[in-house]
Every structure is written in C-alpha cells, then in structure tokens.
Nanobody
Framework: VQLQASGGGLVQAGNSLRLSCTTS????????MAWFRQARGKEREFVGA????????TYTDSVKGRFTVSRDNAKNTVSLQMNSLRPDETAVYYC???????????????WGKGTQVTVSS
C-alpha cells in the first residue's frame, strides 16, 4: 500500500495551493479518503474527507468554504484545493484512507507521507 502526497510548498497568505495524493496497493474506490495536517509541536488534526463516491464531503469548521476535497476513482487520486490560506495553516499535510467516514486519525487504515505547506504572512 502506498499513498504519496505532493504539491506542498511555500505560499503567501491569501493565496491558493492544490495538494494531490496518488495511491496504489488497495482498492481505492472502497475507501473514504481524508486529509489531515500537523503543525510543529501540535497534534495531527482532521482537515477534510470525501466519501467513496464523492457524494459526501466533510470538513473541519476552520476550512469550510475555503478548502475542497475531491477524488478521481479512475486515477486512484485524491486532491485538496486550499484557497485563502493563512499562516496558521502551515503544517505537514497527510492523506489517509479509511473504511469509515471519520475525523479521527485512529480510524485511518492507511497513511501517506506528508507534504509540507508553509504559508508566509
């Protein structure tokens, strides 16, 4: 099983960034896909998740209206479009796969290596 997040980088506050996660080794369409982030010295926190058929998407309150999770089951990829980024959203962003739609890191079955997002003020 492999999940690889990419697309991170340095961006100015207010700008946008799009992260992608490519996966292999499991039946992608059978899993809910999620994004988490972890800032230095803080716990990993839920950002958003999307259901198997893209019919349901959930977000943490602080990103609603600015971030969008999408998936392509044909390409086994999940993306996170981040708009109006803020400096306090500087973190390592991780993609994850789960059998259930959950916000809890402990419910994730598979994790990818993260990608660093740095938002400058």
């Amino acid at each position: 099983v492999q999940l690889q997040a990419s697309g991170g980088g340095l961006v100015q506050a207010g700008n946008s960034l799009r992260l992608s996660c490519t996966t292999s080794g499991f039946t992608f369409s059978n899993y809910v896909m999620a994004w988490f982030r972890q800032a230095r010295g803080k716990e990993r926190e839920f950002v958003g998740a999307i259901g198997r058929s893209s019919s349901i998407a959930t977000y943490t309150d602080s990103v609603k209206g600015r971030f969008t999770v999408s998936r392509d089951n044909a390409k086994n990829t999940v993306s996170l479009q981040m708009n109006s980024l803020r400096p306090d959203e500087t973190a390592v962003y991780y993609c994850a796969a789960a059998k259930i739609h959950s916000r809890r890191a402990g419910d994730m079955n598979y994790w990818g290596k993260g990608t660093q997002v740095t938002v400058s003020s």
